[in-house]
């Protein structure tokens, strides 16, 4: 009896144990392998740097005085055209005329002097030569003559200098443009004694402008001449204005410890929109290749293993520097590739395969606990993710499932 109770207990556990497997099984989640790819699509390779800078006239000049004087009169004003050579101002020419009379007046003395003095010296001369005068009056006389000779050379250059000096009173434009600043008006007193203050200045050409940017020295060696140039300003921000890089300045700038370059940009201005003084919002084109085979960069880091094979799938591998992966049915095939520039997203591809060509990209493992392939675990791990993480590349993707 006691034999009898026993087995129908031990049956019935094996009953409770199998209905126990039965419903776990049935609710363990069948693990599925999603693929990733993306199309290799003819399109553009790119690589930019940003920066900001300063819109000024390719050439500018500033127009000040050599000599002090009181500014009489003024001819030109903020925004007036002007031409080489015009008179723009005009100080106070009183006392550089008193000055230059005075020269003059001192330069003909001084030639009345040496008048005398040459005549004195030819008559010593020849009374020297008949032994008439001791050699000490022949020597003062022309000493006397040397002396007179050289105050009259004073008394010119005096002279030149003066009529210079009231030639400064008037003020002409050095080159053809437009006055941007204005720093006096009629009646000011204006000091050349240590310094050339500066009354005007004058652009050249407004139509032909550039950007002064500061290149942060982790960038700037990507930066070289004839690269294209896009920038903004705040003053019209629906406009692109395009322009090229016409010099790196080899000086360095330190403000609170960032070390910059200044890079010069030209910014055709034909326009007129553009303004000396406003602030551009750069873009450097550093690497531009238009019209190539492209692939997403992460397929030439993508790997299959047997892990991820389903039933009846194969695996076509290849010893080669660079290759992509496609899956062709049940076959997942190696494809050797030759390549060309990168910019960390898109790289071109020369040689392997065609436009058109499905390549994979990256895995997902989902069902049960999510799996993320290799390239989605090599992102920032600090980053959070999405449990279905399909990303889009140039070209499309496309999602393949078993």
């Given at each position: 009896?006691?034999?009898?109770?026993?087995?129908?207990?031990?049956?019935?556990?094996?009953?409770?144990?199998?209905?126990?497997?039965?419903?776990?099984?049935?609710?363990?989640?069948?693990?599925?392998?999603?693929?990733?790819?993306?199309?290799?699509?003819?399109?553009?390779?790119?690589?930019?740097?940003?920066?900001?800078?300063?819109?000024?006239?390719?050439?500018?000049?500033?127009?000040?005085?050599?000599?002090?004087?009181?500014?009489?009169?003024?001819?030109?004003?903020?925004?007036?055209?002007?031409?080489?050579?015009?008179?723009?101002?005009?100080?106070?020419?009183?006392?550089?005329?008193?000055?230059?009379?005075?020269?003059?007046?001192?330069?003909?003395?001084?030639?009345?002097?040496?008048?005398?003095?040459?005549?004195?010296?030819?008559?010593?001369?020849?009374?020297?030569?008949?032994?008439?005068?001791?050699?000490?009056?022949?020597?003062?006389?022309?000493?006397?003559?040397?002396?007179?000779?050289?105050?009259?050379?004073?008394?010119?250059?005096?002279?030149?200098?003066?009529?210079?000096?009231?030639?400064?009173?008037?003020?002409?434009?050095?080159?053809?443009?437009?006055?941007?600043?204005?720093?006096?008006?009629?009646?000011?007193?204006?000091?050349?004694s240590f310094n050339t203050p500066e009354l005007f200045t004058i652009a050249q050409?407004?139509?032909?402008?550039?950007?002064?940017?500061?290149?942060?020295?982790?960038?700037?060696?990507?930066?070289?001449?004839?690269?294209?140039?896009?920038?903004?300003?705040?003053?019209?921000?629906?406009?692109?204005?395009?322009?090229?890089?016409?010099?790196?300045?080899?000086?360095?700038?330190?403000?609170?410890?960032?070390?910059?370059?200044?890079?010069?940009?030209?910014?055709?201005?034909?326009?007129?929109?553009?303004?000396?003084?406003?602030?551009?919002?750069?873009?450097?084109?550093?690497?531009?290749?238009?019209?190539?085979?492209?692939?997403?960069?992460?397929?030439?880091?993508?790997?299959?293993?047997?892990?991820?094979?389903?039933?009846?799938?194969?695996?076509?591998?290849?010893?080669?520097?660079?290759?992509?992966?496609?899956?062709?049915?049940?076959?997942?095939?190696?494809?050797?590739?030759?390549?060309?520039?990168?910019?960390?997203?898109?790289?071109?591809?020369?040689?392997?395969?065609?436009?058109?060509?499905?390549?994979?990209?990256?895995?997902?493992?989902?069902?049960?606990?999510?799996?993320?392939?290799?390239?989605?675990?090599?992102?920032?791990?600090?980053?959070?993710?999405?449990?279905?993480?399909?990303?889009?590349?140039?070209?499309?993707?496309?999602?393949?499932?078993?």
């Open positions: 009896m006691n034999n009898k109770k026993t087995w129908i207990i031990v049956a019935a556990v094996a009953v409770i144990g199998i209905i126990a497997y039965l419903t776990l099984s049935g609710d363990k989640k069948e693990e599925k392998v999603e693929f990733e790819t993306a199309q290799a699509v003819m399109g553009n390779i790119q690589t930019t740097i940003t920066a900001t800078g300063t819109i000024e006239p390719v050439t500018s000049v500033t127009v000040g005085t050599q000599v002090s004087g009181i500014v009489s009169k003024l001819y030109v004003d903020y925004n007036s055209v002007v031409k080489k050579g015009q008179v723009i101002a005009e100080l106070d020419k009183t006392n550089l005329t008193s000055e230059l009379n005075t020269a003059r007046a001192n330069l003909s003395s001084a030639q009345s002097t040496l008048n005398y003095e040459q005549t004195n010296y030819s008559r010593y001369q020849k009374l020297y030569d008949k032994g008439l005068v001791s050699a000490d009056e022949y020597e003062t006389a022309k000493l006397s003559y040397l002396k007179a000779k050289e105050q009259v050379n004073t008394s010119r250059e005096s002279v030149q200098k003066a009529q210079t000096n009231l030639g400064y009173a008037t003020i002409t434009s050095p080159i053809d443009g437009v006055v941007l600043s204005k720093a006096v008006e009629e009646g000011q007193t204006v000091a050349a050409d407004l139509t032909d402008m550039r950007v002064i940017a500061d290149i942060d020295e982790a960038d700037i060696g990507g930066v070289k001449e004839g690269q294209r140039v896009s920038f903004t300003v705040d003053a019209f921000p629906e406009d692109l204005f395009q322009g090229s890089v016409t010099q790196v300045r080899q000086q360095a700038t330190t403000e609170s410890n960032v070390v910059t370059y200044e890079v010069v940009i030209s910014a055709p201005n034909n326009d007129l929109k553009l303004k000396p003084g406003l602030t551009a919002n750069v873009t450097i084109f550093t690497l531009e290749k238009n019209d190539v085979l492209t692939v997403p960069a992460k397929a030439l880091r993508f790997t299959i293993n047997d892990a991820l094979l389903s039933e009846g799938q194969t695996i076509e591998d290849i010893e080669a520097p660079s290759k992509v992966w496609t899956l062709e049915g049940n076959v997942f095939k190696a494809h050797a590739v030759e390549t060309g520039t990168t910019n960390g997203m898109l790289t071109e591809i020369t040689g392997g395969i065609s436009a058109g060509t499905e390549v994979l990209v990256d895995f997902t493992i989902s069902g049960g606990e999510e799996q993320a392939g290799p390239q989605q675990q090599a992102q920032n791990p600090f980053m959070p993710r999405p449990r279905n993480n399909n990303r889009q590349q140039q070209g499309g993707n496309n999602q393949q499932r078993r």
